[in-house]
């Protein structure tokens, strides 16, 4: 079966991290950190419906600029989700240029800065030059995005300053068997949404549903039960999962949060800064070494590491640090432990 989700890395291990998912089915795409972009083409980054900043420090956030210069004239939105302060980030991102002619352009923004218990959102349009509307806060409890197909959800991670992480889950995927509709000889309509929206709630298996069709002139309906069609009717796949971890401490919180986030995931996109040579510097500066990166993932039991945001010290040769980090993952090399 076709996956739904196409991730790739934006950049090279040793540029600016970023990830761009492309959603298959739906014919837009998310964005997971901001950094440098202009290698994009405009058709991919005009896709993108949400974009998630794990911290803004420059190499995670410099392509703000890049980003909205694309989008400036378009009828389009974009949600921007970052850490606490990423609002006056944005706006002062936006105080940096004169908006006088603009006030035609339908453009809007609405950035949701991420506490640990709120989400606190404000609307930025283009045609009243970006100034903010409030939208106010909502309870934070892992989510930040809930649609019929997927969520993304986000664990705060200590990077010196709050850094989030990232996972993009698909939930079930619903298939209905055409050759079982066709037996039952009523033809596909609006009820088999009801029947996966139904599915999906996880309403009880003897709640009603009725499927209604038009033969001709006359309207049809026939009455089951969701338990019953469930079962005749529908395949029910795994959907994928995505984790995206940056720049942060191999600390014992940060260990727990992130095998959480990224349990069981089909690819597990770490930052591995450093060698477990220079673990020293790793620590210091708040980040990962490779061997942490496989750590982690083994912790977390996904089924593929892919390693990025590689420090330039190392910029000749990005094989050993993909090697340590997959040997690790293998259990070749012991893991590490957090002090
Ligand atoms: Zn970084
Ligand atoms: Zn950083």
Redesign the pocket.
């Known amino acids: 079966m076709r996956s739904t989700f196409a991730p790739r890395l934006v950049n090279p291990p040793f540029g600016d991290?970023g990830l761009y998912v492309g959603l298959r089915h739906q014919g837009r795409a998310m964005l997971f950190d901001l950094g440098r972009i202009d290698r994009q083409p405009a058709a991919a980054l005009l896709k993108l419906t949400h974009v998630f900043v794990s911290h803004t420090?420059m190499?995670?956030f410099i392509g703000f600029d890049h980003l909205l210069r694309i989008f400036l004239a378009r009828e389009q939105h974009l949600e921007v989700f970052g850490p606490p302060g990423i609002i006056a980030n944005v706006r002062g991102k936006l105080a940096g240029y004169t908006w006088n002619l603009i006030d035609s352009y339908p453009f809007t923004l609405t950035a949701h800065e991420v506490g640990p218990q709120h989400i606190e959102s404000t609307h930025l349009p283009a045609r009243t030059a970006f100034t903010p509307e409030p939208l106010g806060t909502r309870p934070f409890q892992g989510v930040l995005v809930d649609t019929p197909e997927l969520t993304v959800s986000a664990v705060h991670l200590d990077h010196r300053i709050p850094c989030l992480g990232f996972a993009l889950t698909e939930k079930t995927r619903l298939n209905v068997r055409k050759e079982r509709l066709a037996e039952l000889g009523i033809p596909p309509g609006r009820w088999l949404n009801q029947l996966k929206d139904a599915v999906r709630a996880h309403q009880p298996a003897d709640t009603p549903i009725r499927a209604e069709w038009r033969e001709g002139s006359t309207q049809r309906s026939a009455a089951f039960t969701v338990g019953e069609l469930r079962e005749q009717l529908l395949v029910e796949t795994r959907g994928q999962k995505i984790a995206y971890v940056?720049?942060t401490l191999f600390s014992h919180a940060n260990l727990v949060r992130i095998s959480e986030l990224a349990r069981g995931a089909d690819v597990f996109f770490c930052e591995s800064l450093f060698l477990d040579a220079d673990r020293d510097q790793a620590s210091k500066r708040y980040h990962l070494t490779a061997r942490q990166a496989g750590s982690l993932a083994r912790a977390a039991g996904v089924a593929r590491l892919e390693t990025f945001?590689f420090s330039s010290r190392y910029d000749r040769d990005p094989a050993p640090l993909r090697a340590e980090a997959q040997a690790v993952f293998r259990g070749e090399l012991p893991p590490d432990e957090p002090n």
């Open positions: 991290p420090h190499d995670h940056v720049d945001h």
